[in-house]
């Protein structure tokens, strides 16, 4: 068998001091939620978007839970979701008990088209939640417009989007509340882990209580003034996600250089469009993605196929959510759909060589180049 190395999609980086801050962990003894390390990687991670303080939580899916609980939204109440997301943007919104209202994207930053916040708001529409993704902001001036008329809340789920703006501003700033996730394959990992980040200090602290059973502080007694969740980070997951945070910006700069070097080779390889920064955007480019055209004459299904023939993993895009089992609905959500039926992520580790993303697209020149007539 053998053949060329596989090239992964997207693994995370270390190098930095994670081993370091681990080891004093184990030699502290301190490992659980509360440790030292979950202060410092909440306050450094806070600093980096000018705050003083953040919640860091187990998950994004739990920062996307408390944010919802913490503004209140619950039974009865809708919340307006791009379709076109990971499950767990709408998961959180089914938790506590409201109900998910699918949008429609923008086809060229696949993210939520303002214009479907007036086309689906009701009187029980309480929020918008916004998904920047695979690091593309959305376009929150026109979605911040449209939630100031209706008086709705905005949640951003930027999981996919550390390191990306809007206009200059952070993503996880740009609403009321945003959350972020340090899972295995996010910009830098934590192996597992998430964050709240709010100007809105009361909501912050309501969002801390939540995360850590409800527990009434400034009392050695068991009092508990709601029903909570045990979403706190540990201390071990902190100290690999401080290590993370200190070379973010070379993990930034990483996905930058290769989101670019895909972008001007793949300009004159016909049948795949390469997706590009809004005027307004700066993203982290997360994942690269093409669009396959149909002048290729070959579908995604095909493209993907071909590729993991040859050793290069990619990734679908996700399946819209109003076609998934648990939130099926008829409604046509034409864009959503079709960059589904379209979209293909490209391998982007941080550490991948020139000469693997020269692989990644001489494969890619030699579908089109086969497929031409
Ligand atoms: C990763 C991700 C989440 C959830 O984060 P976890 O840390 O995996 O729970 C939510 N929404 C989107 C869009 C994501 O990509």
Redo the contacts with the bound molecule.
């Keep these: 068998m053998g053949g060329p190395p596989r090239i992964p999609l997207s693994t995370p980086v270390f190098g930095g001091r994670e081993i370091e801050y681990l080891q004093e962990c184990i030699e502290t003894g301190w490992v659980a939620a509360g440790g030292p390390f979950v202060r410092k990687f909440e306050d450094a991670f806070a600093a980096r978007h000018g705050l003083e303080r953040a919640v860091a939580t187990n ?4 920062a ?1 839970h408390l944010a919802l609980r913490a503004l209140g939204i619950g039974a009865g109440d809708e919340v307006i979701v791009p379709a076109l ?2 499950v ?2 709408a998961n959180p919104i089914r938790y506590v008990g409201a109900t998910p209202v699918f949008a429609d994207v923008e086809p060229d930053t696949y993210t939520l088209d303002p214009a479907e916040v007036e086309r689906l708001v009701t009187e029980r529409t309480r929020a918008v939640m916004v ?1 920047h ?1 695979y690091g593309h902001p959305a376009d929150m001036d026109a979605v911040n417009d449209a939630a100031r008329r209706h008086g709705l809340a905005v949640i951003e ?1 930027a ?2 989007a550390l390191g990306s703006a809007y206009r200059g501003e952070p993503c996880g700033l740009l609403g009321q509340i945003g959350c972020f ?3 295995g394959n ?1 910009i830098m990992t934590t192996g ?3 964050m709240v980040l709010t100007r809105d200090d009361d909501l912050l602290e309501r969002v801390r209580y939540l995360s850590l059973q409800a527990r009434e502080p400034g009392t050695r007694e068991y009092v508990h003034g709601d029903v909570g969740f045990n979403y706190a980070i540990s201390n071990l997951h902190a100290a690999v996600g401080l290590a993370q945070l200190e070379r973010l910006d070379l993990f930034l700069s990483a996905k930058r250089a290769i989101a670019a070097r895909y972008r001007e080779r793949l300009a004159d390889v016909p049948g795949f469009r390469v997706c590009a920064e809004a005027e307004w955007a700066h993203s982290n480019f997360w994942l690269p993605s093409v669009l396959v055209q149909d002048e290729l004459g070959r579908d995604r299904v095909a493209v993907m196929a071909d590729l993991l023939s040859l050793g290069i993993d990619t990734r679908p895009f996700f399946t819209p959510l109003h076609m998934l089992k648990p939130y099926q609905h008829v409604e046509r959500l034409p864009v959503a759909e079709d960059l589904h039926a379209r979209g293909i992520s490209l391998p982007a580790s941080v550490d991948l060589k020139p000469d693997d993303q020269d692989r990644v697209l001489d494969a890619l020149a030699g579908v089109a180049a086969a497929a031409a007539p």
């Design positions: 998950s994004g899916t739990a996307l997301t990971f767990a943007s998904v993704l789920d999981t996919e996730s340090f899972n996010k597992g882990g998430g």
